[in-house]
């Protein structure tokens, strides 16, 4: 989910960001590691402007509407998954409690729980990253993308090893979905469709 860039970001600095090809915020990191100078000139505006970048990224993680929407902006943003953000979220479900908003801090609450998700995958190694992403994909052709995209960590043996020893639910319905989705790795591995 590529945003714009701020509206406050300097003529020179959009002037260079365009000169790089980058339009918004999709193609920034790729820039930024071809060009140290630009690299230096981002940050540079990022510090002084880390107020009401944080205040943004605030507004849109509240706004955020679902678990998806979460992960663009933990893309976009990536200190949303640092502790200093979750304390100031921590905040905000602390005020709307004081104020009786109790709708509002079980929102805020969920949330916080879904950017916490995102903490945890990210942590996890590469091959477990692929699994969690096949196993939670919405649909088989979901499944069948991710599998094309991660066929490296996800064709070797280990991968279904790996799903049929570890990956495990006590929910009746998430042990039929796992049991289809193995069923769904052992066929994508030995090229069916």
């Known amino acids: 989910?590529?945003?714009?860039?701020?509206?406050?970001?300097?003529?020179?600095?959009?002037?260079?960001?365009?000169?790089?090809?980058?339009?918004?915020?999709?193609?920034?990191?790729?820039?930024?590691?071809?060009?140290?100078?630009?690299?230096?000139?981002?940050?540079?505006?990022?510090?002084?402007h880390q107020e009401e970048i944080v205040q943004a990224a605030l507004l849109a993680f509240l706004r955020a509407p679902d678990f998806d929407a979460l992960q663009a902006l933990a893309g976009q943003a990536p200190f949303i998954l640092e502790d200093d953000f979750a304390e100031t979220v921590n905040e905000v479900i602390r005020q709307a409690e004081e104020a009786a908003e109790t709708d509002f801090a079980a929102s805020v609450r969920l949330r916080l729980t879904g950017l916490r998700q995102?903490?945890?995958?990210?942590?996890?190694?590469?091959?477990?990253?692929?699994?969690?992403?096949?196993?939670?994909?919405?649909?088989?052709?979901?499944?069948?993308?991710?599998?094309?995209?991660?066929?490296?960590?996800?064709?070797?043996?280990?991968?279904?090893r790996s799903l049929e020893d570890h990956v495990r639910s006590s929910d009746p319905v998430a042990q039929d979905h796992l049991a289809a989705r193995r069923r769904l790795l052992r066929r994508l591995r030995q090229g069916e469709p």
């Open 1 to 48: 989910m590529p945003t714009p860039f701020p509206p406050n970001l300097p003529a020179d600095l959009q002037a260079r960001l365009a000169a790089a090809g980058v339009r918004d915020t999709a193609g920034l990191p790729a820039a930024l590691d071809r060009d140290p100078a630009l690299r230096a000139a981002w940050i540079a505006f990022l510090a002084e």
């Open 118 to 160: 995102i903490k945890a995958d990210m942590a996890l190694p590469p091959l477990a990253q692929a699994l969690l992403a096949f196993v939670q994909a919405p649909d088989d052709a979901a499944a069948h993308a991710v599998f094309a995209a991660q066929r490296e960590l996800l064709a070797p043996e280990e991968a279904q």
